[in-house]
């Protein structure tokens, strides 16, 4: 009896110590989520914890070893500079946090291929945004495709064609009902890792990257992308005609954060089924998205600011109060070949046109590439850099980084030059002349004294000069080259100073690009020096162009080789070029050669070669 109380007594106590070890273990934190758990909003401001409570961990508190210390402060570093540069252009910085961002949800937060419809609707279309739809689109395509993502959409969905009654009411747009309809009539939905990606994708934009553009930003078919561009953005209106009309403007009316614009093939495209939602999303973009390789910050004193990406992209941002909204543009330079010619020019009689800016360029003739803002001049330049003399040195000065000259041709003696605080492309200039210069290019001629500076040095200080400008008309484009040498270097003789333009510039080729998205050279003129032009044989006409040259103040004659036939998409030969610049470029490439450009040129005057 005795022995069974002492045994009832001794499991009792047992349970008793199990039932109190029980209540002083910690136990496994286990999260029940609901479905408002698994919102976009509350994921994003999730991982927006997590990441932060990484970065301001100290490990040396948690009394690890120091390998283990050591490799979990290199963790927290990595991920620190991804935080900071993914937003800059940045491709590797870019993915290891859209990385971490996928193990957060996974494994942390909960993910699975039941709750993440509940962030994003992808088993009920219906409930699912447009923007939804376009970037699961994007992440499908994607798997098909390496690059180039959204011009492929555009050509399979029919999304570049203009829309309006009247040729001259004509735009491209991309609306919510484009998207919706490319999205039912695409055949292949995806699995479970491509929504994922989706929602990934989502996570980074809202938190890291620039919002609603980001993947359009990164995608290699676009020539540029901007944003705030548009929309109502003051409120300056009678108060009783707001109250009149509030309830259309509330629906119809878009807003600066509301509006986005592309350039695709030279074409300017609304996506109108794009927005940041409000004000401040749009602010946080503009407010990073200038950050790489800029000289100062953004602000009240300092509103409108220029930098590139890491990928030497162009960016320029605004503010107010100079801007009446927050505004970005991204000018991309990697949309299209630069070093195969073919791919710039493409209409018809291309190849005469391309052999006859290779003679050009081998012949070491000093040329302009003028034109509107976007309309291919940097592209062309960069390609015609491959027909110049590889034993040739090249040096390059630019307000900032865009050409990139010495990332397409890496082999070559190039060295590449920006402006920067006091040191201005004026000090670039000439200070190439003591850099064993043969070739220099200008990016962009810019004010006049730079411009001084681009003639000084094609007088003396290199083989060639090359540069690009704005000007409309070659005889514009003389003027203020000219105007520069007067104004910027003390040259009081007009007459000197022009004569000294047209004794170093030879060709202006003029680039340009329509409303309809086609590139092409409007017109290739050569600039002939008058002293050099021979009189004619006809006494009669000989009088005539003797008293014209004393009336007419130009020191020189412009002719124009190529045209460009806008009706039948074609380039013309309309002359051939001068005795004067054939001797010039038979001084480099010797007679033969020239001789052979020049029967070339003949063979298509007049079409006969068509």
Same mark, same amino acid.
């Given at each position: 009896?005795?022995?069974?109380?002492?045994?009832?007594?001794?499991?009792?106590?047992?349970?008793?110590?199990?039932?109190?070890?029980?209540?002083?273990? #910690?136990?496994?934190?286990?999260? !029940?989520?609901?479905?408002?758990?698994?919102? /976009? /909003?509350?994921?994003?401001?999730? %991982?927006?914890?997590?990441?932060?409570?990484? $970065?301001?961990?100290?490990?040396?508190?948690? *009394?690890?070893?120091?390998?283990?210390?050591?490799?979990?402060?290199?963790?927290?570093?990595?991920? =620190?500079?991804?935080?900071?540069?993914? %937003?800059?252009?940045?491709?590797?910085?870019?993915?290891? &946090?859209?990385?971490?961002?996928?193990?957060?949800?996974?494994?942390? $937060?909960?993910?699975?291929?039941?709750?993440?419809?509940?962030?994003?609707?992808?088993?009920?279309?219906?409930?699912?945004?447009?923007?939804?739809?376009?970037?699961?689109?994007?992440?499908?395509?994607?798997?098909?495709?390496?690059?180039?993502?959204?011009?492929?959409?555009?050509?399979?969905?029919?999304?570049?064609?203009? =829309?309006?009654?009247?040729?001259?009411?004509?735009?491209?747009?991309?609306?919510?009902?484009?998207?919706?309809?490319?999205?039912?009539?695409?055949?292949?939905?995806?699995?479970?890792?491509?929504?994922?990606?989706?929602? !990934?994708?989502?996570?980074?934009?809202? $938190?890291?990257?620039?919002?609603?553009?980001?993947?359009?930003?990164?995608?290699?078919?676009?020539?540029?992308?901007?944003?705030?561009? +548009?929309?109502?953005?003051?409120?300056?209106?009678?108060?009783?005609?707001?109250?009149?009309?509030?309830?259309?403007?509330?629906?119809?009316?878009?807003? +600066?954060?509301?509006?986005?614009?592309?350039?695709?093939?030279?074409?300017?495209?609304?996506?109108?089924?794009?927005?940041?939602? *409000?004000?401040?999303?749009?602010?946080?973009?503009?407010?990073?998205?200038?950050?790489?390789?800029?000289?100062?910050?953004?602000?009240?004193?300092?509103?409108?600011?220029?930098?590139?990406? @890491?990928? +030497?992209?162009?960016?320029?941002?605004?503010?107010?109060?100079?801007?009446?909204?927050?505004?970005?543009?991204?000018?991309?330079?990697?949309?299209?070949?630069?070093?195969?010619?073919?791919?710039?020019?493409?209409?018809?009689?291309?190849?005469?046109?391309?052999?006859?800016?290779?003679?050009?360029?081998?012949?070491?003739?000093?040329?302009?590439?003028?034109?509107?803002?976007?309309?291919?001049?940097?592209?062309?330049?960069?390609?015609?850099?491959?027909?110049?003399? #590889?034993?040739?040195?090249?040096?390059?000065?630019?307000?900032?980084?865009? &050409?990139?000259?010495?990332? &397409?041709? #890496?082999?070559?003696?190039?060295?590449?030059?920006?402006?920067?605080?006091?040191?201005?492309?004026?000090?670039?200039?000439?200070?190439?002349?003591?850099?064993?210069?043969?070739?220099?290019?200008?990016?962009?001629?810019?004010?006049? @004294?730079?411009?001084?500076?681009?003639?000084?040095?094609?007088?003396?200080?290199?083989?060639?000069?090359?540069?690009?400008?704005?000007?409309?008309?070659?005889?514009?484009?003389?003027?203020?080259?000219?105007?520069?040498?007067?104004?910027?270097?003390?040259?009081?003789?007009?007459?000197?100073?022009?004569?000294?333009?047209?004794?170093?510039?030879?060709?202006?080729?003029?680039?340009?690009?329509?409303? /309809?998205?086609?590139?092409?050279?409007?017109?290739?003129?050569?600039?002939? #020096?008058?002293?050099?032009? /021979?009189?004619?044989?006809?006494?009669?006409?000989?009088?005539?162009?003797?008293? =014209?040259?004393?009336?007419?103040?130009?020191?020189?004659?412009? *002719?124009?080789?190529?045209?460009?036939?806008?009706?039948?998409?074609?380039?013309?030969?309309?002359?051939?070029?001068?005795?004067?610049?054939?001797?010039?470029?038979?001084?480099?490439?010797?007679?033969?050669?020239?001789?052979?450009?020049?029967?070339?040129?003949?063979?298509?005057?007049?079409?006969?070669?068509?």
């Amino acid at each position: 009896m005795n022995g069974f109380i002492a045994v009832m007594i001794a499991i009792l106590l047992m349970i008793i110590v199990i039932l109190l070890a029980d209540a002083f273990i #910690p136990k496994k934190n286990t999260i !029940v989520r609901g479905t408002e758990d698994f919102k /976009e /909003e509350r994921l994003c401001e999730a %991982c927006r914890q997590a990441v932060n409570e990484l $970065l301001n961990s100290d490990f040396q508190e948690l *009394n690890l070893n120091m390998e283990e210390t050591l490799k979990r402060e290199q963790q927290q570093a990595r991920l =620190r500079k991804a935080t900071r540069q993914a %937003c800059l252009g940045d491709t590797g910085d870019r993915e290891y &946090l859209k990385e971490y961002i996928k193990e957060l949800l996974q494994k942390k $937060l909960g993910v699975d291929e039941k709750t993440i419809n509940y962030s994003i609707p992808f088993n009920n279309p219906l409930q699912m945004s447009a923007q939804d739809k376009f970037e699961y689109l994007y992440v499908l395509y994607r798997k098909k495709y390496a690059g180039g993502i959204f011009g492929m959409m555009c050509r399979d969905f029919g999304w570049l064609e203009a =829309r309006g009654r009247a040729e001259a009411e004509k735009i491209y747009c991309i609306t919510e009902e484009d998207i919706n309809r490319a999205y039912s009539e695409y055949p292949q939905k995806g699995n479970y890792n491509d929504m994922l990606d989706t929602l !990934v994708q989502r996570c980074y934009q809202k $938190l890291y990257g620039h919002d609603c553009t980001d993947i359009l930003i990164m995608d290699e078919s676009l020539d540029g992308i901007s944003a705030g561009v +548009g929309g109502k953005t003051r409120v300056e209106y009678n108060y009783l005609e707001e109250l009149k009309s509030f309830a259309d403007e509330s629906v119809n009316s878009s807003r +600066g954060y509301d509006t986005v614009y592309c350039v695709l093939h030279g074409k300017l495209i609304r996506l109108k089924f794009l927005s940041f939602g *409000n004000a401040q999303n749009l602010e946080r973009v503009v407010k990073n998205i200038y950050r790489y390789n800029t000289r100062t910050t953004l602000s009240q004193k300092n509103p409108v600011l220029h930098g590139t990406f @890491k990928n +030497g992209s162009r960016v320029v941002v605004a503010r107010p109060p100079v801007s009446d909204g927050w505004v970005f543009y991204v000018r991309k330079f990697m949309s299209s070949n630069a070093k195969k010619m073919e791919s710039l020019l493409i209409h018809k009689n291309n190849d005469v046109v391309i052999e006859l800016l290779k003679y050009i360029t081998q012949g070491e003739l000093n040329f302009v590439i003028s034109g509107p803002m976007g309309g291919g001049k940097t592209t062309l330049l960069k390609a015609l850099v491959g027909y110049m003399n #590889p034993q040739y040195t090249i040096r390059v000065a630019e307000s900032s980084f865009e &050409l990139n000259i010495n990332n &397409l041709y #890496p082999e070559r003696n190039i060295h590449v030059m920006q402006a920067r605080g006091d040191f201005s492309i004026y000090d670039i200039i000439t200070g190439t002349k003591k850099m064993d210069t043969d070739i220099l290019i200008v990016g962009e001629v810019n004010e006049p @004294k730079i411009a001084g500076a681009y003639i000084q040095v094609a007088q003396s200080g290199s083989r060639m000069a090359v540069t690009t400008l704005h000007h409309e008309t070659s005889r514009k484009l003389i003027e203020y080259l000219r105007n520069a040498l007067v104004t910027e270097f003390g040259i009081t003789n007009v007459g000197i100073a022009e004569k000294q333009v047209v004794d170093i510039l030879n060709f202006d080729v003029h680039m340009v690009h329509d409303l /309809e998205g086609n590139f092409y050279i409007e017109r290739i003129t050569e600039i002939i #020096p008058e002293a050099n032009r /021979e009189y004619p044989d006809n006494l009669d006409k000989a009088t005539k162009e003797f008293y =014209r040259r004393q009336t007419d103040r130009n020191a020189y004659s412009l *002719n124009n080789i190529v045209e460009f036939d806008k009706a039948a998409m074609s380039y013309r030969i309309v002359r051939n070029i001068s005795e004067y610049t054939l001797h010039k470029m038979a001084e480099r490439i010797g007679i033969r050669r020239a001789e052979e450009l020049y029967s070339l040129l003949n063979s298509y005057i007049g079409g006969a070669a068509d």
